[in-house]
């Protein structure tokens, strides 16, 4: 657990291997994420706007998540220099907004499939592995369904060959044609965080 939703934000996090994962839970306990961070982003920027707590629950997805981390009050003082960081920052903020409204968008508008697909790409990408740890249960949450659309979702692309998914592992077999199998937003969003 990086930060409880409500809880305090003391530190910022600067993943260097794994995936954390952002989760808002709405009134009726529901889940869904609504970020993914990686080895391109960090955990607790929104510090630099004043906040103090987080909102969201946000955790390790996949291990191991090896992160630096910054105490808050050294990192606003940081990025308040107007050096490197804050550039570095800023321009994570802006993909973060990105992607935020990309992913909006997407899970109005794509199925399960390529929402599912798009969402092991990302994975992919962040662990840099083939073969990753990943439960129905997280990436039921992950995509905000039941965990029985994500039994169909991931059938679905196990029987076409790209992945195989089980006891709790996922293994990436054909990453083209997974690309190809994802929804646009996949490379919208890997666009966004791209360094310029």
Not at 5 to 22: E, Q
Not at 63 to 85: I, N, Q, S, W, Y
Not at 138 to 151: I, S, W
Request: with cysteine; proline share 4%.
């Amino acid at each position: 657990m990086v930060y409880r939703a409500g809880g305090p934000v003391g530190h910022v996090y600067f993943p260097r291997s794994g995936v954390l994962s952002a989760v808002l839970t709405m009134s009726d306990k529901t889940t869904a994420e609504v970020a993914v961070i990686g080895s391109e982003g960090m955990a607790g920027f929104s510090t630099v706007l004043g906040a103090v707590a987080s909102r969201e629950e946000v955790f390790c997805q996949v291990h191991p998540a090896d992160c630096r981390k910054m105490p808050v009050a050294e990192f606003v003082a940081e990025v308040a220099t107007c050096g490197r960081l804050r550039d570095v920052v800023h321009g994570y903020a802006r993909a973060v907004l990105d992607a935020s409204a990309q992913y909006t968008a997407c899970n109005c508008l794509h199925p399960i499939d390529g929402r599912c697909a798009r969402w092991l790409l990302q994975c992919h990408d962040r662990v840099g592995a083939d073969d990753f740890p990943l439960t129905h249960e997280f990436l039921a949450t992950m995509l905000g369904v039941r965990r029985a659309t994500v039994t169909e979702a991931a059938g679905s692309l196990q029987r076409s060959g790209l992945i195989t998914y089980r006891h709790g592992r996922v293994k990436v077999l054909a990453r083209g044609k997974l690309e190809k199998a994802a929804c646009e937003c996949y490379r919208v969003v890997r666009a966004a965080f791209e360094p310029t």
